[in-house]
Structures are given as structure tokens and as C-alpha cells.
């Protein structure tokens, strides 16, 4: 004899769930920083290429002011903001899942 307690669960119940919106948060703060490291990074290199005016070789004095320090930071930004964005939906796609499962069980014939 099997005994199964089933909870319905609907889509504002998943929603609210604390991980899921770390994680949507999460990407949503990487996602904006990649956006604002890109324009930097576009920025430092039409210095570089002298559209904006000023010498290009008194300007590399750090290396923060490197464009390609500052793509580098974005992509690496961007893939992090991925990430999170992928495991804010595995979450529910594990849920799913799980359900689904359940389901073949529980319809499959008694042996």
C-alpha cells in the first residue's frame, strides 16, 4: 500500500521562494554592472584611438585603465549573470521534474 501526500503548488508559491530570488537578484546586479563595465571599456578605447581628444600614451597609467581590462571584467560579469539566470531556472525545471516522475510512478501498473 502506497501513501502519498501531494501539495498542490502553484506558480505564486514558486515565486516565492528565497532562492530563486537571490539568484534573479544576483543576476539582474551582475547583468547592469557587465552594462556599465561594456560602456568603460568602449569608452577607454575610442581614448585609445584618440576620438575623444587627450594622448593616448599619457593615458595607460594604471591598469584599471586598460580597455581590455574592462571587457574582460564584463564578459566575466555577463557569464556570472548567467549562471545565476540558468540556476533560477533549474530550480523549477528540477520541481518539474520531480513531479513528473512522481506522475509515471504513481500511473504506472501494480506488479
Same mark, same amino acid.
Given at each position: 500500500? *502506497?501513501? $502519498? $501526500?501531494?501539495?498542490?503548488?502553484? %506558480?505564486? %508559491?514558486? =515565486?516565492?521562494?528565497?532562492? *530563486?530570488?537571490?539568484? *534573479?537578484?544576483? =543576476?539582474? /546586479?551582475?547583468?547592469?554592472?557587465?552594462?556599465?563595465?561594456?560602456?568603460?571599456? +568602449?569608452?577607454?578605447?575610442? +581614448? %585609445? @584611438?584618440? &576620438?575623444?581628444?587627450?594622448?593616448?600614451? /599619457? =593615458?595607460? #597609467?594604471?591598469?584599471?585603465? *586598460?580597455?581590455?581590462?574592462?571587457?574582460?571584467? =564584463?564578459?566575466?560579469?555577463?557569464?556570472?549573470?548567467?549562471? &545565476?539566470?540558468?540556476?533560477?531556472? #533549474?530550480?523549477? %525545471?528540477?520541481?518539474?521534474?520531480?513531479?513528473? @516522475?512522481?506522475?509515471?510512478? @504513481?500511473?504506472?501498473?501494480?506488479?
Amino acid at each position: 500500500m *502506497r501513501v $502519498i $501526500i501531494r501539495r498542490k503548488r502553484r %506558480d505564486s %508559491d514558486w =515565486a516565492e521562494l528565497p532562492e *530563486r530570488q537571490w539568484a *534573479r537578484g544576483a =543576476a539582474l /546586479a551582475f547583468q547592469a554592472s557587465a552594462a556599465v563595465s561594456f560602456a568603460v571599456c +568602449v569608452w577607454r578605447w575610442c +581614448v %585609445d @584611438l584618440g &576620438f575623444l581628444g587627450g594622448s593616448a600614451a /599619457a =593615458a595607460d #597609467s594604471t591598469l584599471l585603465e *586598460r580597455w581590455q581590462i574592462w571587457l574582460a571584467l =564584463a564578459a566575466a560579469l555577463q557569464l556570472g549573470a548567467s549562471i &545565476f539566470f540558468r540556476y533560477s531556472k #533549474s530550480v523549477r %525545471d528540477s520541481e518539474a521534474g520531480a513531479r513528473a @516522475l512522481l506522475r509515471s510512478r @504513481l500511473n504506472r501498473p501494480a506488479a
